[in-house]
Every structure is written in structure tokens, then in C-alpha cells.
Nanobody, 124 residues
Framework: QVLLVESGGGLVQAGGSLRLSCAAS????????MAWFRQAPGKEREFVAG????????YYADSVKGRFTISRDNAKKTVYLQMNSLKPEDTAVYYC?????????????????WGQGTQVTVSS
């Protein structure tokens, strides 16, 4: 069993920054892929960024490339999402997720553990 707890969401003006954190517990992460997805009202959940736990490879959606940075602290079992130059269209609930088997995927259906989500609101 894996428990994921997100924090760091909030309200920010356009152009501002936020850092989301995802603390993981309950499972060793030597082979896990971690990722952030987001879901805006009335829209499907979409991939934002991903990172492999042991190899340090990172992946980004085109919409956030150059503005968002995903990173991890293995000792703390925590994944971060640094979000800069935020735009109103980044407003969504952001979810941390883990895939315990297999390689990186942008499909939400390949991830088997999810956090409760944290709201990010960007005002114009």
C-alpha cells in the first residue's frame, strides 16, 4: 500500500510561483515512477510532469515545459513540482501519483496510487 499526501497549493496571481510537494510512504520507491496530473473543472485529468525515482529522467507536458520543474528527494521520499510563470489556465486540482511497476507513461490509467489532490488557482 502506498500513501501519497500533497501540499503547497493555493491562490496566486498570474506570473507568480508555487511549489507543490508530495510525501510518499508505505512502499519502497526504488523502481517507482512518480508524476503530477491535473484536472480543471469540466475537463479530463491530464499529465503534467513525471520523474523516474532512480534514474532522474524527467518528462513534461508541452503546456508546462520551461515553466514547471519536477524533482525528488529520495531520502525524504518526496516529489516536488516547482511552478513558475503561472497562468490562469494552470488553475486545476493537482494530483500526485505513483506507478509501482513498469516504465514512465503519460496515461493516468497506468498509475495505481493517487493522492487526494491540492487546489491551485491562478488569478488574472
Amino acid at each position: 500500500q502506498v500513501l501519497l499526501v500533497e501540499s503547497g497549493g493555493g491562490l496566486v496571481q498570474a506570473g507568480g510561483s508555487l511549489r507543490l510537494s508530495c510525501a510518499a510512504s508505505g512502499h519502497t520507491f526504488s523502481s517507482n515512477v512518480m508524476a503530477w496530473f491535473r484536472q480543471a473543472p469540466g475537463k479530463e485529468r491530464e499529465f503534467v510532469a513525471g520523474i523516474t525515482w532512480s534514474s532522474d529522467n524527467t518528462y513534461y507536458a508541452d503546456s508546462v515545459k520551461g515553466r514547471f520543474t519536477i524533482s525528488r528527494d529520495n531520502a525524504k521520499k518526496t516529489v516536488y513540482l516547482q511552478m513558475n510563470s503561472l497562468k490562469p489556465e494552470d488553475t486545476a486540482v493537482y494530483y500526485c501519483t505513483a506507478r509501482t511497476l513498469g516504465y514512465f507513461s503519460q496515461s493516468m490509467y497506468q498509475y495505481n496510487y493517487w493522492g487526494q489532490g491540492t487546489q491551485v488557482t491562478v488569478s488574472s
